[in-house]
């Protein structure tokens, strides 16, 4: 079966360090990937997601970037964390979309950013 | 811009009572809907799902309608239970699209 393995579940940085969350997922092979936010009482932003090795899709132009060295991670950084950049930070996966084939998306359990 | 709305922020149901979560996209390229169930400090878990090709699915307590008109979906929950107490988010997709755009999310209280 697959699983997604997110860490750390927690983290309190300061403004201006340096973010990086990893992602794998166990189970599949090219999947798609995703990051996401949730910030305080807000909904499911989309950050960016990946159809494979090396590309990314960027939906929402901001202080983040991911990168995909491997098949099955997906790794969030940020050179210089920002107060808003605080929030619960979500990694999904998803089966790689040909043609009209439908799949949900699956979870991982998050990660709490604290920026103080 | 909100493409998936849930305009209702929360709901209060009686135990044994259904349960309606509301929710209403813009983008009338979106084929495929999925309702997701959310604990705090936790990621959302799939609950059910329903293509654009069909207005109804149920699996157990849960039911997914559709109605692409309206450009509307609505999740039954019949009976209610206090486990079911939760955020519950909406999310759709477009047809060979890879983007899930979610709503807002509505939290659920089910009273014992």
């Known amino acids: 079966s697959q699983t997604i393995h997110q860490w750390p579940a927690t983290l309190v940085q300061p403004v201006g360090s340096p973010l990086s969350l990893e992602c794998t997922v166990e189970?599949?092979?090219?999947?798609?990937l995703y990051w996401y936010r949730q910030a305080a009482g807000r909904g499911l932003q989309l950050l960016f997601y990946?159809?494979?090795?090396?590309?990314i899709s960027s939906e929402v132009p901001q202080n983040l970037s991911a990168s995909r060295p491997q098949d099955r991670q997906f790794i969030l950084s940020s050179k210089k964390l920002l107060l808003s950049d605080s929030g619960f930070y979500l990694c999904?996966?998803?089966?790689?979309?040909?043609?009209?084939?439908?799949?949900?998306?699956?979870f991982g359990n998050g990660t709490r950013l604290t920026v103080t | 811009d909100q493409q998936v709305k849930q305009n209702s922020p929360s709901l209060s149901v009686q135990e044994g009572r259904i349960s309606i979560l509301n929710c209403d996209y813009t983008n009338s390229m979106f084929d495929y809907f999925l309702w997701y169930k959310k604990y705090p400090a936790e990621g959302p878990t799939f609950l059910i799902s329903?293509?654009?090709?069909?207005d109804k699915n149920e699996d157990g307590r849960f039911t997914v309608f559709l109605n692409k008109s309206a450009k509307h979906l609505s999740l039954h929950i019949v009976p209610s239970q206090p486990g079911d107490s939760a955020v519950y988010f909406c999310?759709?997709?477009?047809?060979?699209?890879?983007?899930?755009?979610f709503g807002t999310g509505t939290s659920l209280t089910v009273i014992p």
């Open positions: 990946s159809v494979g090795i090396g590309q």
């Open positions: 999904a996966w998803s089966v790689f979309h040909l043609g009209a084939i439908n799949s949900p998306l699956h």
């Open positions: 329903i293509s654009s090709i069909k």
């Open positions: 999310a759709a997709t477009p047809r060979d699209g890879n983007q899930f755009y």
């Open positions: 189970g599949t092979s090219n999947p798609n």
